[in-house]
């Protein structure tokens, strides 16, 4: 039975807390002198100050009451920190538990090491400001805000013995993202899943601003959170040893409801704890400065002393706050931690700068996967049978689900049905622990499939499940998933630094199924047609992007398991939903997706070098090619045509640009050095301008593409508004190819022809004519 | 004083609700005999049936209680369809109010009206199947669901009288940003704005899955929207008449309430009331098709059912609902609304689906604004002496201010003041309806300047404002820009649409001063560092979208004044707010900006052919270039340099992509057909290929940006790790220009010590050398 905290446990707690709080000061201001033993002189203090101090001392109170509570009731427990940007904090408690001398030897715990702590701290060639990745104990960089709860629950999922303390600050908390999270609750299963401590740390301001949060009265504020799910308990105040007392007692008693919750979760959702903690922003530091209140004010939030290099007086009053933490009590003559505080942190993998599911990659384990091959639909004659790709698709994913029932989960917002996934519901439900009512489908706490409709959480769950060593698929309308491009960037950023970092092992990729695309809005309209997700993800570093264009089930079955069993990458596939041609049997589907591009010689009629080249990225695009070509092949039978398929987009750059590049050589094999390309495109024409702007033949390349024309309207129309049909592309050979001669003119005009034959019928029924829809290469 | 519904009234409300539902019915599925005085057969069935009916009762519900109150109570009201995929019931509305057969004459009020109104919906060359632009009363189209509630804020802002009926659907109300959006009640002022009435309406269904909202107990919904500061009130039913009786009861008690405070606003933040509407998903419709319950379930989400071309059974029933509305009391011979129906609606402007406010372009009026000159900064010399950009444009913005007081607002997620624009709270203060306490700063109710740290809610306000004929200004974080890439998507294709309508005003454009740029994170490092911000407007169509990088202060007015003038663009200003170089006087600057790109004389040494061009965008990579350009005339006088400044970005695209694009003989004539051109950009440097890829000159283009290389760090050290830096733009030169000869490896290494001098100074000094630092031209 944990005890509760007597007048010494708290003393030395608080010693802890100034250590850290001397830390952290130090490494935002001082470049020598570390532990003040001479005066402090103008060139002890870096020349540039940058940091946050205003939210650290805030999060460092928590960390020393989360090490009691660990060591008490051996917790397993991770920190996630939401405002980020109070970096030097986490790195405080990282140096004060050992762990960041660990991995980063040359910073030991001594005088040397402690200088070198703070020197390095957003210094030229040393660490950021922010919690980030080369801080032990993080998966979470909160530079851009809302992101610390789903980051969470994405880590407590599957997890069933983790606690995760997440740490809200309340200028966070007016993000849309974060006021969503809240709801993960019902999401979580208190049998399967570990538990998320959100605390609600109100210091009260932003930048420059009051936060929301901290100006509605308690009970409006309590009364959000019961809304929320949860049942809150209030901490306030500042002075520090009676919110001490205070915090100690409420962790103990949050504590224990958890314990008893996770003994018996009950048939009902819990309604779990979480902490209103309202202390001073910049609490312990300047209480005042040039006259202008500081603690307690917006003031607090970077660094409340300017002028500590040239200004005496400041200098004095950051000396003077330093010592306020009496650094002689708490460091040794070496300038080592004492034992008595030290004996304080947890040890080993208790420590939460060294929790291992921090550093997910060491805990990753492979999926265990089906054979792809087994789900493979007979191909027969290319483009003359149908099959829809991602239901297809949703067998194989099915398959993972049930074999990987520790560590895969499927995301999407409302839409793995909707993007034919649906197969997977024949071995698991829906995650859900709110109330079941009659006639409900598949819902249940332990599902798989985490459906809720906002991508924010989607993508935020499944960040932190990968990041704390588990796998991932996310299934999203292409349009929409633009809602997440910011977070995609943190984490492209992420992954991106982490490869630098030795002692970091790498993670899953994450995965994006974007289903229900550009091309086939039919119920929805253009709010809903929007291809430019890739050009967003392709300006991410291009050690970590990878993006899938499978033209076809088979395909679509060699590129998702490739992308399930992949590392440290964000693979983006596009694929479509509908019923749709089939190409390639499965062994020419591993083949063509091994190389990512290739030629489709029985779509051509030629072996050796054409008179044009007919390339084409994406389902919709590749079917109106092989229209256009044969097209072509009938009218004019005498042009030696030449079909390309691209399946993996990034292998149009040069190799020099991305690891998936082609040469020069394999690029002119394939398109030709001085031949016209026709390129029908899935996404913005420009992006494979953007690809392919250095090669030796881009001049000669014709892009059509989307080009933000649409509407509620039929597939075949679709394309006719962007120019992507079968019949213009024929025109676009035509527009580029002299020798065509006298028959140009007239093939020219029936292709005009057919366009308005095509809008005609369409307008006039309703819906294409069954003999475009219904094409086949025969 | 309203009295309150009798027995008739809501009989011929419900009247009134079935009329409403029957056309919606008839949208979805009927291509002809739209009033079934014949046998439904086939080929009066729309062969492919696009819709979405499940929300659409429930949105119809609440308009016809609407029209009651209006006309009771002659409210100014405006409808915000956070559901859009209930188009159907929004179409219904206007055409039965007369407003739509007003804009669209061809559509009258008679059976052929009625069938041609059926016909075009979701039909290929009809009307979009959501509620769209092209739906008169609606600001907003709600297919990327969670900006209605923000949405109805902004439109309510500065309009004193104006009541927002705002249908929050329980799917969108998962999303991040409509969570947040109810906080938007701190920021109202009750004297000097409208109200927002948010209806959250639990139909209890998404696509395939219970929301969470409708399944979490009352008491925890109502403590919700408590804690969101409302007053929540239920109606909750499925039995019409008993519905229609405690909706109109609730309606007239809210209204009475929302009257009561606007008469006496108090000193505390109201308790806005809201309603909590809960009733079946499809009610009225089909109970169950093919033996499975579809009224209340997800089922009904869109076409319950959906074989009535091919069915006769499904058509049967399709037959039985439509008649289950008993049209023959609802339609006239002729196929007219009857007149004790019609006399239900509001008049005129009344007309929710014709208020003006949802047509924001008339009652749009220009801004008073200051004249930009007067805030230029002398410059007698360029590069000579420096000035914070962002701080005159300060100036001036808090000018636009003070004139406009009842049109113009400022938004930004805590930063105006970050972003140097504080000269605003001379005149005005930060939006604040919530506990003020000592020390604040400008904080008031009647604040101009909106600031929330949510980009989703400043992006939402700000397009609700625009919408409906305002003005304003966003300024924010570069990278986290990102964070509304969906937002700004759904708002250009509004703009885009729009064009094409022609009943629709322009309106004022949508302008984002991004400052706190990716070049000087210095406190915040590399996930504040994003420019592909440009990356994503720019694919958007090219008649809405302008892209901006004012070079210094001057050009910065001048682009700031133009923006603020313009209609109807998304304007994208990037300007760093640092103290930096100013290069051009005034009226340089104007005839700069006007031209958009030019040579910078001065800078070069050469008044012919240059051998090699130095171009450059953005402010800091303008200083570099400069820099550049002078160790090349220190070093290879011999050398003829032109430098060129680009302004407005879209300048480099071709004339026929873009209205600002240059002709192929102005772009030689800048960049030289055939000389190098070395280009230091702001962003990505694969966006500049993508803009020029067509040019002839394309292949000598060499692009320096950032490549996603960042951390805390000085300035100088973040150009160099993107080698964007001088020294290295230098080298580049020498890689590209074979003239020099000789002297070429010479001056390369002392490029390359120079480079590693600086590295080392700012490794050591932790600032950079001041000689670097402090550059100017002289």
Same mark, same amino acid.
């Given at each position: ?7 010494? +446990? ?21 470049? +020598?002198? @570390? ?25 460092? =109170? ?20 939401? @405002? ?5 904090? =986490? ?15 040359? =910073? ?61 600050? %309340? ?30 740390? $109100? ?14 009265? +308690? ?16 901490? !306030?105040?500042?002075? @520090?040893?009676? !919110?001490?007392?205070? $915090? ?15 003994? %018996? ?19 312990? &530091? ?38 306020? #933490?009496?650094?002689?009590?708490? *460091? ?6 004492? @034992? ?23 805990? $990753? ?13 007979? !191909? ?27 560590? *895969? ?64 698929? *996310? ?46 809005? %039919? ?57 749709? =041609? ?15 591009? &290739? ?11 054409? +008179? ?39 292998? $149009? ?17 394939? *398109? ?30 014709? !892009?059509?593409? #989307? ?72």
């Amino acid at each position: 039975m944990p005890q509760p905290a007597t007048a010494d +446990d708290l003393a030395l707690l608080d010693a802890y807390w100034r250590a850290a709080n001397y830390l952290s000061v130090g490494q935002i201001y001082l470049l +020598d002198n @570390p532990l003040l033993r001479e005066p402090l002189r103008a060139e002890h203090v870096k020349p540039r100050l940058l940091g946050h101090w205003g939210t650290t001392p805030g999060l460092n =109170l928590l960390y020393a009451h989360m090490n009691r509570a660990i060591r008490q009731r051996d917790l397993n427990a991770l920190y996630v920190t939401g @405002p980020g940007h109070g970096g030097p904090g =986490l790195v405080a408690n990282a140096y004060l538990e050992g762990s960041y001398s660990e991995v980063y030897s040359s =910073l030991g715990e001594d005088v040397d090491g402690m200088r070198g702590l703070f020197r390095q701290f957003s210094f030229p060639g040393g660490i950021p400001s922010h919690v980030a990745p080369e801080t032990p104990g993080s998966i979470h960089e909160g530079g851009e805000l809302g992101y610390a709860l789903v980051h969470a629950y994405g880590a407590v999922f599957d997890n069933p013995d983790l606690l995760a303390l997440c740490v809200v600050g %309340d200028g966070e908390a007016e993000t849309g993202p974060l006021a969503a999270s809240w709801h993960s609750n019902k999401f979580l299963d208190p049998r399967r899943d570990g538990v998320v401590l959100p605390v609600l740390h $109100l210091n009260g301001y932003k930048i420059a601003n009051p936060t929301v949060l901290a100006r509605i009265p +308690d009970d409006e504020l309590a009364s959000l959170m019961r809304g929320y799910g949860h049942t809150p308990h209030f901490v !306030v105040g500042d002075e @520090p040893s009676a !919110v001490h007392q205070e $915090l100690a007692a409420t962790l103990d008693t949050v504590l224990d409801d958890i314990a008893a919750i996770k003994a %018996d979760p009950g048939s009902k959702r819990p309604a779990w704890p979480m902490i209103v903690l309202r202390t001073p922003k910049g609490w312990t &530091g300047p209480k005042e400065v040039d006259g202008k209140q500081v603690e307690g004010t917006f003031r607090a939030h970077q660094v409340p002393l300017a002028g500590t290099r040239t200004d005496a007086g400041h200098r004095a009053q950051l000396e003077e706050w330093m010592h306020s #933490y009496r650094p002689e009590e708490l *460091f040794d003559a070496d300038g080592r931690l004492v @034992p008595e505080l030290r004996a304080l942190a947890p040890e080993g993998t208790r420590r939460m700068s060294a929790n291992p599911h921090a550093n997910g990659g060491r805990l $990753l384990r492979d999926l265990a996967m089906p054979d792809f091959r087994n789900y493979a639909v007979e !191909v027969e004659k290319p483009a003359a049978s149908t099959s829809a790709a991602t239901a297809v698709l949703g067998e194989f994913v099915r398959d993972v689900v049930a074999r990987n029932d520790d560590r *895969f989960r499927l995301f999407g917002p409302d839409e793995v049905a909707s993007n034919r996934l649906q197969a997977a519901f024949e071995v698991t439900d829906r995650a859900w622990n709110a109330t079941v009512i009659d006639g409900d489908d598949h819902l249940a706490p332990g599902g798989r499939v985490m459906e809720i409709l906002s991508e924010h959480l989607c993508q935020g769950w499944l960040e932190g499940y990968l990041l704390t060593g588990r796998h991932g698929l *996310f299934t999203s309308y292409e349009a929409f998933i633009h809602i997440v491009d910011s977070m995609l960037n943190q984490h492209a950023k992420w992954l991106k630094t982490t490869l630098g970092i030795p002692w970091r092992a790498p993670i899953a990729s994450l995965n994006y199924l974007l289903s229900s695309h550009v091309w086939r809005q %039919d119920h929805n309209g253009f709010s809903h047609q929007d291809p430019g997700f890739l050009d967003h993800v392709i300006n991410k570093k291009a050690e970590i992007v990878r993006v899938y264009l499978p033209p076809d089930t088979n395909t679509l079955l060699s590129v998702g398991d490739h992308c399930l069993r992949s590392r440290h990458y964000i693979n983006v596939i596009v694929a479509g939903k509908q019923p749709q =041609l089939t190409y390639l049997t499965m062994d020419q589907a591993i083949a063509h997706c091994i190389r990512g591009v &290739g030629i489709w010689e029985w779509a051509g009629n030629t072996e050796g070098e054409p +008179d044009v080249v007919l390339a084409c990225a994406g389902d919709i695009p590749t079917l109106e090619t092989l229209a256009a070509a044969k097209l072509l092949r009938e009218h004019c039978p005498e042009l030696e045509v030449r079909v390309v398929n691209v399946v993996d987009l990034m292998r $149009l750059q040069p190799a020099s640009e991305h690891p998936h590049g082609m040469s020069e050589r394999d690029f002119d094999a394939l *398109f030709t050095p001085d031949k016209p390309v026709i390129f029908a495109f899935h996404g913005y024409p420009w992006l494979i301008h953007r690809l392919t702007y250095s090669r030796s033949n881009h001049h000669n390349l014709h !892009v059509r593409g #989307y080009k933000e024309e649409g509407t509620t309207t039929t597939p075949f129309d679709m394309v006719m508004l962007n120019d992507l049909d079968r019949f213009h592309l024929v025109m676009d050979v035509i527009d580029r190819v002299p020798a065509l001669g006298s028959n140009a003119a007239v093939l020219r005009q029936r292709m005009e022809d057919a366009r308005l034959a095509a809008r005609r019928y369409t307008r006039e029924h309703g819906e294409d004519d069954p003999a475009i829809s219904g094409w086949t290469w025969e």
